[in-house]
């Protein structure tokens, strides 16, 4: 039995599908291949985690998923959308639609409050205030930082930072959140009330999160487990979804 969605509608097939997928770098005439031929399927509503080692090729993949790089060959395929097809202009747009992104050092605009980061991609997106006005809040009391919207970044601390980062991520709604090793900057306490966060996210908002670590420990939390190798998938483990009868 599926549990209703009260958040978005359902995507019924993969939410992203790497097939066939290799990149080689060229440096002072020398060609590395990175990625050696990787096929990797994100699950609806499922946290799936990348685990290798530095160098295992992780960012390279995530900047796949999240179309910020292509591949030499093989295809991408985010919500349903063959990524390839789309021009600079609609690939821009496609991002910001269907992609939120949660990076190591946070990112947020350090001139804006708590509220106004969240607030930020609404804006940009042409929200009218009172959509933004009922989301922002929503997604600040989900990251339990509804008391320090009025806040800057500087006087938040990483722990903070990053659920602000992850408040607005989420806040048009994309099928598919990224996150580059988003604990590496976390003490360890931190970084696992981060985790279970996002874990609690995935529920929440039946919204898948690809992220990559170097932590085993990260596998209890996800759903499935992708181990990468020098470019290539070792093994992949997935547990059974809640949803999955
Ligand atoms: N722009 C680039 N130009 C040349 N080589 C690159 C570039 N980006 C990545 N590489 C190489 O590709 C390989 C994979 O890098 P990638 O950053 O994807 O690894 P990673 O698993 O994310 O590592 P880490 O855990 O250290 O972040 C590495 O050998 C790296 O040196
Ligand atoms: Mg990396």
């Known amino acids: 039995m599926t549990e209703p969605n009260t958040e978005q509608p359902a995507v019924r097939g993969p939410v992203a599908l790497l097939t066939g997928v290799e990149k080689t770098y060229t440096m002072d005439s020398v060609s590395v291949p990175v990625i050696k031929g990787v096929d990797i399927l994100v699950r609806p509503a499922c946290f799936t985690v990348l685990l290798g080692p530095s160098g295992s090729g992780k960012t390279t993949l995530l900047n796949m998923f999240g179309c910020i790089d292509k591949p030499d060959k093989g295809e991408v395929i985010v919500a349903d959308c063959k990524v390839a097809a789309l021009s600079d202009d609609e690939l821009s747009d496609f991002r910001a639609k269907n992609i939120?992104?949660?990076?190591?050092?946070?990112?947020?605009?350090?001139?804006?409050?708590?509220?106004?980061?969240?607030?930020?991609?609404?804006?940009?997106?042409?929200?009218?205030?009172k959509a933004r006005g009922e989301r922002v809040p929503r997604l600040l009391e989900a990251v339990g930082l509804a008391d320090l919207a009025k806040n800057l970044p500087g006087q938040l601390s990483g722990g903070q930072r990053q659920r602000v980062a992850i408040a607005r991520a989420l806040a048009r709604k994309p099928?598919?959140?990224?996150?580059?090793?988003?604990?590496?900057?976390?003490?360890?306490?931190?970084?696992?009330?981060?985790?279970?966060l996002m874990r609690h996210m995935v529920n929440r908002f039946e919204i898948s999160f690809i992220f990559s670590s170097h932590d085993r420990e990260v596998i209890k939390a996800a759903d499935d487990t992708i181990f990468l190798k020098d470019g290539l998938v070792q093994n992949i483990k997935r547990k059974p979804l809640r949803s999955t009868p």
Do not use: C
């Not at 949660?102 to 930020?120: C, D, G, K, W």
């Not at 990224?178 to 970084?191: H, M, R, Y």
């Open 100 to 129: 939120g992104f949660i990076f190591q050092n946070f990112n947020l605009l350090p001139v804006l409050s708590a509220y106004e980061n969240v607030e930020y991609p609404l804006l940009l997106a042409g929200k009218s205030a």
């Open 175 to 196: 099928k598919l959140v990224i996150a580059d090793e988003p604990t590496a900057n976390l003490d360890s306490v931190t970084g696992a009330s981060i985790l279970a």
